[in-house]
């Protein structure tokens, strides 16, 4: 019954062996000449204004979050609408419930202001 999987496992293995591989052979060939130039945040090609590493606010990420939530979340219509006329009433339902389930989270982060951009 797993013998079907041995080839994805294989595979998985195999792609971790050459990236392991691929890591180390950098670590020990790859030219190391730091210098503060390098470090230097590059800005295309412009004279970058403060430090490369300032802070983000927290908002940014919430809203960066709340968008791969909500996007995640609409994949699950493509199923949903190609199956439908086998999923009858009872597709039709779900899919109502868990657009409500959508919506109050979105009405609960629009109203907790995480969708205010400054």
Same mark, same amino acid.
């Given at each position: 019954?797993?013998?079907?999987?041995?080839? &994805?496992?294989?595979?998985?293995?195999?792609? =971790?062996?050459?990236? =392991? &591989?691929a890591i180390t052979l950098g670590?020990?060939?790859?030219?190391?000449?730091?210098s503060a130039r390098k470090a230097?945040?590059?800005?295309?090609?412009?004279?970058?204004?403060?430090?490369?590493?300032?802070?983000?606010? =927290?908002?940014?990420?919430?809203?960066?979050?709340?968008?791969?939530?909500?996007?995640?979340? =609409?994949?699950?219509?493509?199923?949903?609408?190609?199956?439908?006329?086998?999923?009858?009433?009872?597709?039709?339902?779900?899919?109502?419930?868990?657009?409500?389930?959508?919506?109050?989270?979105? &009405?609960?982060?629009?109203?907790?202001?995480?969708?205010?951009?400054?």
């Amino acid at each position: 019954m797993l013998i079907e999987y041995v080839a &994805i496992g294989v595979l998985i293995a195999l792609t =971790v062996l050459v990236a =392991v &591989i691929a890591i180390t052979l950098g670590i020990f060939f790859g030219p190391r000449r730091p210098s503060a130039r390098k470090a230097a945040p590059y800005e295309s090609g412009m004279t970058p204004l403060g430090p490369g590493n300032r802070r983000m606010p =927290v908002r940014y990420y919430l809203v960066a979050v709340l968008f791969i939530l909500f996007d995640i979340e =609409v994949v699950f219509f493509l199923p949903w609408a190609v199956s439908f006329r086998q999923l009858g009433l009872f597709g039709l339902v779900e899919m109502v419930i868990f657009i409500v389930i959508l919506l109050v989270g979105y &009405i609960y982060a629009w109203k907790r202001g995480a969708l205010e951009w400054e």
